[in-house]
């Protein structure tokens, strides 16, 4: 009789997971309320928490150059740009919030994982920018690889999340606008300003390449892109989407009279591929695992002010007990 | 129109729009600071829209100067020295211990206060301002108060809310507002020539803005079971006169570092 109960328990679990793999198989969006396998739900928590996140880590390398902006319109352009940064980080945190609560997390939990390094955030945005050259830099090919990654899940079958991509996405073009034109002034200015974009270009291809994550599980041991793809959150591979990189920016670079730091870079004719150097992928996890050069000082700054503003959440908190009251 | 300006009419506009510009530049500095900081992620956005609006204020300032045959806006909001600035002395104050990049251990009761008194009294001077004799000036006031209406309702949201809670907010929010009071003189001062500057009719005089003031703010203490004493001083240096602290000139070297490391450069 139990076991009867078991198998029909089984069969019940195999049947919903049959059909919720027919809703993605037909392109159905899966929504908020809909029960979806732990699976499909715990890598989107992942996932999204992660690209949350990143919107707000990465606020920090462009915060350095907010006030020291050069001119009225760059202050401008770069206060528009952070705070957009800000706002997306919001509106995925949200998102994430909802797939959390089931399991009876907070947001909370998503700052305190980020404390304890659980919760991991992009590579990018454990570096240094030490030159108004990468606050350029940054908008315009960290945010244009970005706009790449994020295309690619346009489609997702998560439909909070692909509508929040959308409008990201919509946001991101004018930040690789933003990044763009304060590159072309420097190209266009003197001696000085062409060497700061170089030197900016120098410091961050390596990151850049790794930004799309590993082409295979080989490079770092694991890799979530079959889980996604099964799903159907994204389309593209890691090498696929650094491919397309390399074909939309690689021109572009050089048309700037500026030179990209790998002289093994091509296109190769017969394959269709782009030949480069590898990054250094054991690299890549040392500072994904906050072992960056500027990991630590960046989660510092979050941490400092969470608990510095503790008695503003308290006031907070206090104010909406005592009118719920 | 600048034709029909008296010399004496045309000084006083230049005084009052420096007053005007280096006010909401400096305060739009110091919020960019906060950036990443805030309390809260929604607050981090909300605040970084109010500051970006400031210092499109400010840029409209300037670029009024620059019409008027002062140097280009940029030199003016990042080149003018300490002791050229017009800006109150409360808006240059750092907003708390350490560095933007380094420890800040900012004070956000002061922050609030600050921001809610200083849009209380940026009110009152662009409804006064709506009816300035300067037509540009004028205009610029109408598009101005579309979102200073929006920035005091936030701060003042903030300002009851933690006056509400009572308890440590309440303490540290009354210890901000007598801070803040020591300097606001300043505040509501036209400086030098607030002579010229109401004799031209480019906004009511110092003692009717403080009127004004003092009705509105004191409703809201009011509502709060606050006594308001609303007495002012200029505890640090009176900034309409030229007179700053050091926390302008260090202030001036962070946000002008990249346009002082080549000034004749397009950037």
């Not at chain 1, 690209?51 to 462009?62: D, K, R, T, V």
């Amino acid at each position: 009789m139990v076991s009867k109960i078991i198998n029909h328990s089984i069969n019940k679990d195999e049947e919903k997971i049959l059909s919720f793999m027919a809703r993605i198989e037909a392109g159905e969006k899966i929504e908020a309320d809909d029960w979806m396998p732990d699976e499909y739900r715990n890598v989107l928590i992942k996932l999204i928490s992660m690209h949350g996140i990143s919107e707000i880590m990465g606020a920090l390398p462009e915060k350095e150059w907010v006030p020291k902006a050069p001119s009225l319109k760059r202050k401008l352009g770069i206060m528009a740009k952070v705070q957009d940064e800000m706002g997306h980080g919001q509106l995925l945190l949200r998102v994430t919030e909802d797939l959390i609560k089931p399991l009876g997390k907070t947001r909370e939990d998503i700052m305190e994982d980020l404390f304890s390094g659980d919760l991991k955030f992009h590579n990018v945005f454990h570096m240094e920018a030490p030159t108004w050259g990468d606050a350029g830099l940054i908008g315009w090919l960290v945010d244009g690889a970005a706009i790449i990654t994020q295309t690619n899940m346009l489609s997702a079958s998560y439909g909070p999340y692909a509508r929040a991509l959308k409008r990201i996405c919509a946001e991101e073009v004018f930040h690789a606008q933003h990044g763009e034109a304060i590159i072309l002034a420097l190209a266009e200015g003197t001696e000085a300003q062409k060497a700061m974009i170089q030197d900016s270009i120098n410091r961050w291809w390596e990151s850049l390449l790794m930004f799309f994550g590993p082409g295979d599980a080989k490079a770092v041991g694991t890799s979530k892109q079959d889980i996604t793809a099964k799903y159907k959150i994204r389309s593209k591979s890691n090498e696929e989407l650094r491919q397309d990189f390399f074909t939309k920016y690689v021109p572009r670079i050089l048309s700037l009279g500026l030179t990209i730091p790998d002289l093994t870079m091509h296109f190769d004719d017969q394959k269709k591929e782009w030949i480069y150097r590898q990054p250094d992928w054991n690299r890549f996890k040392e500072i994904v695992r906050n072992k960056g050069p500027k990991s630590q000082e960046r989660l510092r700054l979050r941490k400092l002010s969470y608990e510095n503003n503790e008695w503003v959440r308290s006031a907070l908190s206090s104010g909406s007990e005592n009118e719920a009251g | 129109m600048n034709e029909l300006l008296s010399t004496e009419e045309k000084r006083a506009v230049i005084e009052l729009l420096y007053q005007l510009a280096d006010d909401d530049f400096i305060i739009s500095y110091r919020g960019s600071e906060w950036l990443g900081l805030a309390p809260h992620i929604e607050e981090d956005v909300a605040f970084s829209s109010i500051s970006q609006d400031t210092m499109g204020h400010a840029a409209m300032y300037y670029q009024l100067l620059e019409e008027l045959g002062e140097k280009d806006r940029d030199y003016l909001s990042h080149a003018r020295k300490s002791n050229e600035r017009k800006n109150a002395v409360l808006l240059e104050l750092v907003n708390g211990e350490g560095h933007y990049l380094h420890e800040p251990r900012y004070d956000w009761a002061f922050t609030v206060v600050r921001h809610y008194y200083y849009s209380q009294a940026k009110k009152v001077k662009i409804e006064s301002l709506k009816q300035s004799s300067y037509p540009p000036l004028a205009a610029a006031a109408v598009k101005i108060s579309m979102e200073l209406h929006y920035h005091l309702m936030h701060w003042t949201v903030w300002f009851t809310q933690l006056l509400n809670a009572g308890g440590e907010a309440k303490k540290r929010m009354l210890k901000a507002i007598a801070k803040v009071e020591a300097e606001f003189e300043d505040v509501l001062s036209l400086g030098p020539l607030s002579k010229e500057i109401v004799k031209a009719q480019l906004i009511e005089e110092e003692s009717r803005l403080l009127l004004s003031f003092h009705a509105n703010i004191n409703a809201v203490f009011n509502d709060l079971s606050i006594p308001y004493k609303g007495e002012f001083t200029s505890l640090s240096g009176r900034g309409r006169f030229g007179e700053h602290t050091e926390d302008l000139s260090e202030a001036l070297n962070t946000l002008g570092e990249v346009y002082h490391s080549d000034p004749g450069a397009v950037w």
